[in-house]
T-cell receptor, first 112, second 114 residues
Framework: DGGITQSPKYLFRKEGQNVTLSCEQN?????MYWYRQDPGQGLRLIYY???????QKGDIAEGYSVSREKKESFPLTVTSAQKNPTAFYLC???????????FGEGSRLTVL | GQQLNQSPQSMFIQEGEDVSMNCTSS?????WLWYKQDPGEGPVLLIA?????ELTSNGRLTAQFGITRKDSFLNISASIPSDVGIYFC??????????????FGKGTKLSVKP
């Protein structure tokens, strides 16, 4: 089946630790995106990548890093520099020229 | 920066009722989209609107692209329990390239009346 797979679905982390969230897609989309969702808030763009080996900062990139070594994969690292990392993280792929995005099921990160 | 004002923030529905929600902005958008998010899941695209004045239906859902290009509304007719979730509007502005600027509203949370 075609789709986007995020893992893990739930993750707990101690303060000061980096953590990497996985995102894999088999939809053959060139572009992939990472969003952060907080309760009562809309989706805020962290990073996006339009092509392999290239990525751009979104609105809230501070404290996050990404890589795009393969078309299918766009992992997000939440670093210890992110001051408030507890959130629901959503990966998407699609065409931002049309706004039509396909989202994964999300990863919920809790910092203890 | 650009913002979308989505209302209402939350609403309770009784099965069979019609539901309306809308999104407004001070900026013009080229495209309006409506997504639905079930609890613990990622959003799913419901309807995309590409022309001012366009009215599009998807089953019991109907959405319109406002004539001023600054607003959009979504109607759900004869609601059923599985309609609960969070509905997000999103506006897209294109700058001539393939990369647009997609802005999400804060969502309308639909719950079942106790």
């Amino acid at each position: 089946d075609g789709g986007i797979t995020q893992s893990p679905k739930y993750l707990f982390r101690k303060e000061g630790q980096n953590v990497t969230l996985s995102c894999e897609q088999n939809l053959n989309h060139d572009a992939m995106y990472w969003y952060r969702q907080d309760p009562g808030q809309g989706l805020r763009l962290i990073y996006y990548s339009q092509i392999v080996n290239d990525f751009q900062k979104g609105d809230i990139a501070e404290g996050y890093s990404v890589s795009r070594e393969k078309k299918e994969s766009f992992p997000l690292t939440v670093t210890s520099a992110q001051k408030n990392p507890t959130a629901f993280y959503l990966c998407a792929s699609g065409d931002l020229g049309t706004g039509e995005l396909f989202f994964g099921e999300g990863s919920r990160l809790t910092v203890l | 920066g650009q913002q979308l004002n989505q209302s209402p923030q939350s609403m309770f529905i009784q099965e069979g009722e019609d539901v309306s929600m809308n999104c407004t902005s001070s900026s013009i958008f080229n495209t309006w989209l409506w997504y639905k998010q079930d609890p613990g899941e990622g959003p799913v695209l419901l309807i995309a609107l590409y022309k001012a004045g366009e009215l599009t239906s998807n089953g019991r859902l109907t959405a319109q692209f406002g004539i001023t290009r600054k607003d959009s509304f979504l109607n759900i007719s004869a609601s059923i329990p599985s309609d609960v979730g969070i509905y997000f509007c999103a506006g897209l502005r294109n700058y001539g390239g393939s990369q647009g600027n997609l802005i999400f509203g804060k969502g309308t949370k639909l719950s079942v009346k106790p």
